[in-house]
């Protein structure tokens, strides 16, 4: 598994971008995918999660209700939609993804849950 994310960039508060998380394997549609951001001095934070089957995601409470993850495993692509973007948005977007089974229900949330990460994008939100 090799991570692509892309999508990220410059935009006004209020605005919207979609991030893209691509592989190239044939095995990525067996993956649970999670999005991670980290701004400037601050830890790893979740942001949200899509099962392998697409049949369940999670959210950051700080995102919840602006951005939509999904996943197209036919194009082994998972997207993140964010809309109605705030400056406090703004950080370094990665994409993580593990197929290994997991023994606790909040796996999703945690950085060292997940084995490939892709090399990150950058979303600015200026106000």
């Known amino acids: 598994v090799q991570l692509q994310a892309s999508g990220g960039g410059l935009v006004q508060a209020g605005g919207s971008l979609r991030l893209v998380c691509a592989d190239s394997s044939r095995t990525f549609s067996r993956y649970g995918v999670g999005w991670f951001r980290q701004s400037p001095g601050k830890e790893r934070e979740f942001v949200a999660s899509i099962s392998w089957s697409e049949s369940i995601t999670h959210y950051a409470d700080s995102v919840r209700g602006r951005f939509t993850i999904s996943r197209d495993n036919a194009k082994n692509t998972v997207y993140l939609q964010m809309n109605r973007l705030k400056p406090e948005d703004t950080a370094v977007y990665y994409c993580?993804?593990?197929?290994?089974?997991?023994?606790?229900?909040?796996?999703?949330?945690?950085?060292?849950?997940?084995?490939?990460w892709g090399q990150g994008t950058l979303v600015t939100v200026s106000s």
């Open positions: 993580a993804a593990d197929g290994s089974v997991k023994s606790y229900s909040t796996w999703y949330r945690e950085v060292r849950e997940y084995e490939h």
